[in-house]
């Protein structure tokens, strides 16, 4: 029974381990992934710098896991547990940047494999890096209970204004993240590129990945104050509610962004507006669930 316990509690914590990694890969590699220049290279590139281009990741990444890595446990001292974890690490790189090319029709099933394969290295290089980095710029604290404690300590205080304030700050911070995150993509033109190749089933298949991703940043990987996130008591203050919520606050960000650059107008059809808002959508839902962790 022990034995039985101990292998459930070591596939939660390999899983954990894996979400983080991947939350990371997002928040690290998604920019790229609008960057028409990258998707050029990788279609043109030689299958030696395609090599090159995986060992440069794999020492890199190999001596970011020797000190902190995207696991708990941080530095082990062992090489070969280094090894694997870089291993894993830039197999989640390129399993995520190939979901998320799919996703947005930059590969299909019609794409030269030369190109598909290009295509996916140098993607998977930022996401790679994010994986390894997962801990570095997001320290988890999910066993900090002082905040915990001081908050519930007062709960009368909170309880009248508590809700609608919590809920401000989360728009707030969900328009922030969402702008840092995709301001920079909204002018280009990839955005009208992709919003044209991709049909409406793989619209709804970006809807449903951004609000994974969020939801994973937010309340599955284990960053920086996830327990508190959860003591928040916004109006949403659910998960699924909050993730929701916050995405459609992203997609009217995203929409706004657009109008500001030109690249949407008034008299655009509403198909338009809302293909447009779909695609710039998926950074902006990465860039809020970012911001939602910093309130």
Same mark, same amino acid.
């Given at each position: 029974?022990?034995?039985?316990?101990?292998?459930?509690?070591?596939?939660?914590?390999?899983?954990?381990?894996?979400?983080?990694?991947?939350?990371?890969?997002?928040?690290?590699?998604?920019?790229?992934?609008?960057?028409?220049? *990258?998707?050029? %290279?990788?279609?043109?590139?030689? @299958?030696?710098?395609?090599? #090159? !281009? +995986?060992?440069?990741? $794999?020492?890199?990444?190999?001596?970011?896991?020797?000190?902190?890595?995207?696991?708990?446990?941080?530095?082990?001292?062992?090489?070969?547990?280094?090894?694997?974890?870089?291993?894993?690490?830039?197999?989640?790189?390129?399993?995520?940047?190939?979901?998320?090319?799919?996703?947005?029709?930059?590969?299909?099933?019609?794409?030269?494999?030369?190109?598909? *394969?290009?295509? %996916?290295?140098?993607?998977?290089? @930022?996401?790679?890096?994010? #994986? !390894? +980095?997962?801990?570095? $710029?997001?320290?988890?604290?999910?066993?900090?209970?002082?905040?915990?404690?001081?908050?519930?300590?007062?709960?009368?205080?909170?309880?009248?204004?508590?809700?609608?304030?919590?809920?401000?700050?989360?728009?707030?911070?969900?328009?922030?993240?969402?702008?840092?995150?995709?301001?920079?993509?909204?002018?280009?033109?990839?955005?009208?590129?992709?919003?044209?190749?991709?049909?409406?089933?793989?619209?709804?298949?970006?809807?449903?990945?951004?609000? +994974?991703?969020?939801?994973?940043?937010?309340?599955?990987?284990?960053?920086?104050?996830?327990?508190?996130?959860?003591?928040?008591?916004?109006?949403?203050?659910?998960?699924?509610?909050?993730?929701?919520?916050?995405?459609?606050?992203?997609?009217?960000?995203?929409?706004?962004?657009?109008?500001?650059?030109?690249?949407?107008?008034?008299?655009?059809?509403?198909?338009?507006?809302?293909?447009?808002?779909?695609?710039?959508?998926?950074?902006?839902?990465?860039?809020?669930?970012?911001?939602?962790?910093?309130?």
């Amino acid at each position: 029974m022990g034995s039985r316990k101990q292998r459930q509690n070591a596939w939660k914590k390999e899983i954990d381990d894996l979400i983080r990694g991947a939350c990371g890969g997002f928040l690290f590699g998604i920019p790229l992934l609008y960057t028409m220049e *990258v998707w050029w %290279i990788g279609s043109s590139v030689t @299958p030696l710098i395609m090599a #090159v !281009a +995986l060992v440069l990741t $794999f020492i890199v990444v190999f001596l970011l896991n020797k000190t902190e890595g995207f696991r708990k446990s941080g530095q082990n001292g062992r090489p070969y547990e280094a090894v694997t974890d870089t291993v894993e690490a830039m197999a989640i790189g390129i399993v995520c940047s190939t979901l998320i090319l799919l996703v947005l029709r930059e590969l299909t099933f019609d794409t030269a494999l030369k190109e598909a *394969v290009g295509k %996916i290295v140098f993607e998977s290089v @930022p996401f790679t890096l994010g #994986v !390894a +980095l997962a801990n570095k $710029f997001l320290q988890g604290t999910r066993t900090s209970s002082s905040n915990s404690e001081s908050s519930e300590s007062k709960p009368h205080q909170r309880q009248k204004n508590g809700e609608l304030n919590d809920t401000l700050s989360d728009i707030g911070a969900t328009l922030i993240g969402a702008t840092f995150i995709a301001f920079n993509i909204a002018p280009t033109d990839e955005v009208s590129m992709l919003a044209a190749a991709v049909s409406p089933p793989w619209l709804l298949a970006t809807l449903v990945a951004s609000l +994974l991703i969020s939801y994973g940043i937010v309340f599955a990987a284990g960053f920086s104050d996830q327990k508190k996130r959860r003591q928040q008591r916004g109006i949403f203050q659910r998960p699924w509610s909050e993730t929701i919520f916050a995405y459609l606050v992203s997609l009217v960000a995203a929409a706004m962004m657009l109008l500001f650059f030109q690249q949407l107008r008034f008299n655009d059809p509403w198909t338009m507006w809302l293909d447009h808002a779909l695609i710039l959508g998926l950074p902006a839902s990465i860039g809020g669930a970012a911001g939602r962790l910093a309130v």
